[in-house]
């Protein structure tokens, strides 16, 4: 059973950078798509990242393309988050979540994704 624990959210200013961390365990996924999803409160989760296994590729949401990027450590068994130039708007639950898939992530939406984490709170405020 794949399991995820997500850690490193808390309270930024503006302009403050952040690091989240996915600890992941059971993956034994062969073919998958892993990525960060974030829900603001009132509205719907947003992809933010995402990289498939079948074409190497990552791909971020335009919202914030440019500003994070997505790494992991396959010693570790994490998947990392780095947040740069964080903005109000970023302010959201953060999820890391995975699927077993045999194609790339242009179609993948998060009702595809069958592993989730709880979640790590972000808050970006002054």
């Known amino acids: 059973q794949v399991q995820f624990v997500e850690s490193g959210g808390g309270l930024v200013q503006p302009g403050g950078s952040l690091t989240l961390s996915c600890a992941a365990s059971g993956f034994t996924l062969d073919r998958y798509a892993i990525g960060w999803f974030r829900q603001a409160p009132g509205k719907g989760r947003e992809r933010i990242s995402c990289?498939?296994?079948?074409?190497?590729?990552?791909e971020y949401a335009d919202s914030v393309k440019g500003r994070f990027t997505m790494s992991s450590d396959n010693l570790k068994n994490a998947l990392y988050l780095q947040m740069d130039s964080l903005k109000p708007e970023d302010t959201a639950l953060y999820h890391c979540?995975?699927?077993?898939?045999?194609?790339?992530?242009?179609?993948?939406?998060?009702?595809?994704?069958?592993?989730w984490g709880q979640g790590t709170q972000v808050t970006v405020s002054s």
């Open positions: 979540a995975a699927v077993s898939v045999v194609f790339g992530c242009e179609s993948l939406g998060s009702g595809h994704f069958g592993y």
């Open positions: 990289f498939s296994s079948n074409d190497g590729t990552t």
